[in-house]
């Protein structure tokens, strides 16, 4: 059974950090790709980063130099470091995982119905 278990979020003012973590039991990191996504209320989710097998990334433009997006293999965690965060950053964070298909790193965090393995998600709050 594959378990992925979010962790990390909360509520912070403008300006603020977070780190999510998403551990994964049953389920083996090193040979995955995985992403981060948000939704928030009203809105469509969204694709916030992702990261192949060989450490490739992709960024929404939105969080380019604010997040990171990295694991550990050895711990089977993934990462998601926010730094400066906005009001417009609200949001259920949910992570992902699946095999690497055939297509590029970019495309899979655009596209989440790739996917086959997702979280229940953390909420991100963050006030003005």
């Known amino acids: 059974q594959v378990q992925l278990v979010e962790s990390g979020g909360g509520s912070v003012q403008a300006g603020g950090s977070l780190r999510l973590s998403c551990a994964a039991f049953g389920y083996a990191y090193s040979s995955s790709c995985m992403g981060w996504f948000r939704q928030a209320p009203g809105k469509e989710r969204e694709g916030v980063a992702a990261?192949?097998?060989?450490?490739?990334?992709s960024y929404a433009d939105s969080v380019k130099g604010r997040f990171t997006i990295s694991k550990d293999n050895a711990k089977n965690t993934l990462y998601l470091q926010m730094n400066s965060l906005k009001p417009e950053d609200t949001a259920m964070y949910y992570c992902?995982?699946?095999?690497?298909?055939?297509?590029?790193?970019?495309?899979?965090?655009?596209?989440?119905?790739?996917?086959?393995?997702w979280g229940q998600g953390t909420q991100v709050t963050v006030s003005s």
């Open positions: 992902a995982a699946n095999h690497c298909p055939r297509k590029s790193i970019a495309t899979m965090r655009r596209t989440p119905v790739i996917f086959g393995y």
């Open positions: 990261i192949d097998s060989d450490g490739s990334t």
